[in-house]
């Protein structure tokens, strides 16, 4: 996993896309206080929560499963159980999807493949995507998967340890992190007529579904957006052009 060693580390795109993974990752992994506090309160042990950091490692899903717990009866009934595996699953569908982008980035090995499939998820898929070069890319996605996934875990130890004395983990503000990440590394992306329409599309249709449908549908739905904006390329440029490259600088350091 070192496509940025020796003389590639001076690379200034390898550079900023190391950059960028060590800011997203570090503003994720501290909304991980904030699930480990709310999945004890939810129920859980601290056993158990760190398990589903470890072993789930998908935040979506994490907080979609611990939100259903939450709002069944303690003790835990198996119907409820079943009901968070429901929205968990659902919502962790979008990354199949990511897989798609994830293969030609990662490189070739089954055990590099292997590792990717388990941190294949929004923030790495983010900030690999958002590079100017093969190398670049290569090296934000394992940049981001490290830094998320140790600091993830930790910190979900840590939330759950002191639960109780954060008491309401929302006014710490934890529950902004990962947004305010995203769009760190969405803005600069938004230049051009079709990528600030499915922007605005996919948020619109998404705040739609929250009141009427499941955890993990609005996610679904927007992506559903992209999806059908790029097959048809749908206020895209026209004539077989490419649009051209936008400049990539992903979060500042």
Known sequence: MGPYKDSKARDPEI????????????????YGVSFGALAV?????????????????????????????????????????????????????????YALRAAPIVGPGRLRRLAAAHWTIDETIAVSTAQGTPAARRAGFWITGVVIYAGWNVTTLIGALIGDLLGDVRAWGLDAAAAAAFL?????????????????????????????????????????VAIVAGLTNALGPRGGASAPETPQGGLPA
Do not use: E, H
């Not at 960028?20 to 503003?27: I, K």
């Not at 259903?68 to 919502?91: D, E, H, S």
């Open 15 to 30: 550079a900023t896309a190391i950059r960028s993974g060590v800011a997203v990752g570090v503003a994720v992994s501290l």
């Open 41 to 97: 309160a939810a129920g859980l042990d601290v056993w158990q929560t760190c398990a589903l950091s470890l072993l789930m490692f998908t935040g979506g899903s994490q907080f979609a499963l611990i939100g259903v717990l939450a709002a069944g009866a303690v003790p835990l009934t198996a119907a409820t159980g079943w009901a968070a595996v429901a929205a968990a699953t659902l919502l962790g569908t979008r990354n199949a999807l």
């Open 184 to 224: 760190g590394l969405l803005w600069p992306r938004l230049r051009g007529l079709q990528p600030v329409a499915v922007a605005i599309a996919a948020a619109v249709v998404a705040v739609a579904c929250v009141p009427w449908t499941p955890p993990g549908v609005p996610v679904l739905a927007a992506t559903a």
